[in-house]
């Protein structure tokens, strides 16, 4: 069974900050999610990565398979970021469904 | 293109109650899966239907079961109703097996 692990789990910062969220897991995956989850529950996939980096915006998700690791980096942040942030991981070949970590609590102040 | 959509946004049950949740994925999607999301666990994967078969089950007991439809819409059932069943249940649906997955808003559910 696949362990995600996020840090921090709580993250407040002033607005235009570099903001980076860490997300590590214990056995070999197929791909990882980023998700954003806003007050309410509605949550939006940020991205889907399998390998490498993706950029969106101000947001920049990487990964690094060999090391069991994926960061999600907000540039230039903004108060409208704040939300829960959280990895989600497809291992075994999805048999077990996404796998989640605990989420990061984001808060940007203006 | 209309996103997840969950139904009812909202439930109160009584304990012992059953409770059924409707959710209808995105066109052409043919996954959908459901999570149990609670301040104590966190989100926890409860199964994954694709063209109308289980795939994938969580370790939730027996009271918990799903079905998916024909035009992939799909609903899960709690039945005997505990207290501890009281959480956000979402879905998500993607277009195949390990693909992007698109969630709803989900059901709050609360039992009394």
């Known amino acids: 069974k696949n362990e995600v692990e996020q840090s921090p789990q709580n993250l407040t910062a002033q607005e235009g900050e570099f903001i980076t969220i860490n997300c590590s897991y214990s056995v070999g995956i197929s791909a990882l999610h980023w998700l954003q989850q806003h007050p309410g529950g509605g949550i939006v996939s940020l991205f889907m990565?399998?390998?490498g980096k993706k950029k969106h915006g101000r947001l920049i998700a990487t990964i690094n398979i060999q090391e069991k690791h994926s960061s999600l980096h907000i540039t230039a942040s903004h108060p409208r970021d704040s939300a829960v942030y959280i990895c989600a991981a497809i291992s075994g070949g999805g048999a077990d469904g996404l796998t989640f970590g605990k989420g990061t609590h984001l808060i940007i102040q203006p | 293109k209309a996103g997840v959509t969950q139904t009812p946004r909202y439930l109160i049950k009584t304990r012992g109650q059953q409770v059924t949740l409707s959710c209808s994925p995105i066109?052409?999607?043919?996954?959908v899966s459901w999570y149990q999301q609670t301040p104590g666990q966190g989100l926890q994967f409860l199964f994954e239907?694709?063209?109308?078969?289980?795939?994938n089950k969580g370790n939730f007991p027996g009271r918990f079961s799903g079905r998916q439809f024909s035009n992939s819409r799909s609903e899960m059932n709690v039945s005997t109703l505990e207290l501890g069943d009281s959480a956000l249940y979402l879905c998500?649906?993607?277009?195949?097996?390990?693909?992007?997955?698109?969630f709803g808003q989900g059901t709050r559910l609360t039992v009394v």
């Open positions: 066109s052409g999607h043919r996954s």
């Open positions: 998500a649906s993607s277009s195949g097996i390990n693909t992007e997955a698109f």
């Open positions: 990565l399998s390998s």
């Open positions: 239907y694709f063209s109308e078969t289980q795939r």
